[in-house]
């Protein structure tokens, strides 16, 4: 998994060496303050030339706007690297979601996905800039401000490094109790996620059943299980940073009773004693900077865990390596033996068969659940199926490439998706590209210019939540624009005008009709009185396909059907 990370380093190797070498540089010129405080202190204070030691101070003025120099381009450069890492990452998973099959749609919640594109990519990015180059750094000044004070005078650090255990006990023990208590915290934020995400989605249905205080309840209680995990981890941060706080000041207290005593015999000199003090500061700095990666590393190692986990959950359906590219479709479908169940033990569609001739409209009707969906969404592979098999035009099709097969099927639903947007960019959905003639064409047949034209700011209206509220038939003849400029050879209606009220409805069979003028049309309804005219009406039920044929014919077999209607019409 280290290795895994460490591969986003890679397109930014030149940015990472700068910000390193930088670091690296900074960290010495801070070890070798001391050595030449001690020096000015030992050497020059003896002799009182004071024009020695005011050169001496200029030459520590410029190493320290050296350092500063390097500070920024740490601090700005370090940060940029995390930052471009996290842009990286987002794009990349962002990218893989929208590759993945229906069901991983079905089974995620989207505030859970969401988390991940925010939340989780965030503490990913922390720990990317604070990281590596900090640990190496703060071990190496570590090392080197140990080897000096042995070198000033080793009793002095032995008894110093005496306490030290003490304060890298703390720092680990503490990290461990972070560790838990991060992975607490980011399953409680996500979950806070998905609970807005619910009910913002769902707050029509909320305010509807006026359950406002019951939704609050259970948001609040996400809420408080996030608010105590972070109270937790923050417990736990501020009783290592103040226990840290004390041993450093106990530490530093200490060597200043020894190094008293120790300049008082005689064994230490002023400038020994001064240069021990202030390295005995350095020394502190990187345990704060370790103990800031150990904090900031579990977060962001439990998001990199979470990131990769959506990452690596391959597409269900996906294109196979010999997947041909259809340039054009007649539409002559055939269903063999086709099986299929969302779930293991439950199959929706038990060894359909079924043939669709090119141009035919052909309608489905029986028992909501029956599977009707179910058996539309198989033809654009949007599940894979268990058994049988799906042809186009006699062709398999996973055969084909998705992109060219789905390019070839328009699908219009009951519940129309608007993207915030201007009209245009809705309409232009249907056809990425589209010529302004081609917009107002698609338009026009929709029988949805009129309104179009009646809006001041025409096309370029904005729909949804900062714009124009679009009732359920301009939605649906928006969808139906869309599906002109597509132009797709299949096509399927899926109970597109059930939301409507009848005469809408009556309006938008109209469009409809003249949309699947050419193709192969399957519609879904709910309403007999839409279907009578198809060539060929399909009875699904729990059974699966129990009757076909013409609606004079299925009405006087007696079937399933003719019950349908008789309930339907009273005849
Ligand atoms: P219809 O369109 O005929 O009303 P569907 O095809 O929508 O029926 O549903 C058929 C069965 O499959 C139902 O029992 C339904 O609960 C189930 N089902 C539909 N969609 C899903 C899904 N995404 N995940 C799991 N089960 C589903
Ligand atoms: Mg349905």
């Known amino acids: 998994m280290i290795r895994r990370f460490f591969s986003y380093y890679r397109p930014y190797t030149k940015l990472f060496v700068l910000d390193f070498a930088s670091a690296v540089v900074a960290a010495l010129l801070e070890l070798s303050f001391p050595l030449a405080v001690k020096s000015i202190v030992d050497n020059l204070l003896p002799g009182k030339d004071w024009s020695l030691i005011l050169w001496a101070c200029v030459g520590l003025l410029l190493m320290y706007l050296g350092s500063t120099g390097l500070q920024f381009v740490v601090t700005y450069w370090g940060h940029k690297l995390g930052i471009n890492i996290e842009y990286d990452m987002r794009r990349q998973l962002f990218g893989h979601i929208q590759k993945l099959s229906f069901r991983f749609f079905d089974n995620n919640k989207t505030g859970h996905l969401m988390s991940r594109l925010t939340n989780d990519l965030f503490e990913i990015g922390e720990m990317a800039h604070h990281g590596p180059e900090d640990v190496f750094i703060a071990v190496m000044t570590l090392l080197g401000a140990f080897t000096m004070m042995l070198f000033i005078n080793w009793k002095l650090a032995c008894l110093t490094f005496l306490i030290v255990p003490l304060l890298i006990w703390l720092v680990v023990v503490c990290n461990l109790k972070l560790v838990k208590a991060a992975k607490q915290m980011f399953t409680d934020i996500a979950d806070v996620n998905a609970q807005v995400e619910d009910s913002v989605t769902g707050i029509r249905v909320v305010q509807t059943f006026t359950n406002e205080a019951h939704e609050m309840d259970k948001f609040t209680v996400s809420n408080s299980n996030y608010r105590r995990a972070k109270l937790h981890s923050y417990r736990i941060i501020a009783f290592s940073s103040s226990g840290m706080y004390l041993l450093m000041r106990l530490i530093s207290l200490f060597v200043l009773l020894c190094g008293a005593w120790f300049v008082v015999r005689g064994q230490l000199s002023y400038g020994e004693f001064v240069g021990f003090l202030l390295l005995i500061n350095i020394f502190f700095k990187p345990i704060e900077k370790i103990n800031a990666f150990l904090e900031s590393y579990p977060k962001g190692m439990a998001g990199f865990k979470r990131f990769l986990e959506v990452l690596d959950t391959e597409p269900d359906v996906a294109d196979r390596p010999d997947a041909i590219e259809v340039r054009s479709l007649r539409g002559d479908i055939a269903f063999q033996g086709v099986t299929f169940g969302y779930e293991d033990h439950a199959k929706v569609l038990q060894s359909v068969d079924l043939t669709i001739r090119a141009g035919e409209t052909i309608a489905f009707v029986g028992p909501s659940g029956a599977g009707k969906t179910t058996l539309c969404s198989l033809l654009p592979r949007f599940y894979e199926i268990e058994a049988g098999s799906i042809t186009i035009d006699g062709m398999n099709i996973r055969a084909m490439t998705l992109a060219s097969l789905r390019g070839h099927i328009g699908i219009v639903q009951q519940e129309v998706f608007l993207f915030s947007g201007t009209l245009r960019e809705n309409i232009v959905y249907g056809k990425l590209g589209a010529t302004e003639a081609e917009i107002w064409d698609a338009a026009r047949r929709a029988r949805l210019e009129e ?92 059974q699966g396909v129990t009757e076909q044929g013409r609606h004079e014919e299925l009405v006087a077999s007696g079937g399933v059907y003719s019950r349908l209607h008789r309930a339907q019409f009273g005849t």
């Open 451 to 542: 309104f179009v034209r009646s809006l001041p700011l025409g096309l370029d209206t904005l729909v949804g939540d900062r714009g124009v509220k679009l009732s359920g038939g301009q939605k649906q003849r928006l969808a139906i624009a869309r599906m002109f400029l597509k132009n797709p050879p299949i096509l399927i209606l899926d109970e597109a005008t059930s939301a409507l009220d009848t005469e809408t409805e009556a309006a938008i069979q109209q469009s409809l009709a003249e949309l699947a003028v050419g193709r192969t049309t399957l519609v879904i309804a709910h309403r007999l009185a839409t279907i009578r005219s198809a060539d060929r009406i399909v009875v699904v039920t729990e």
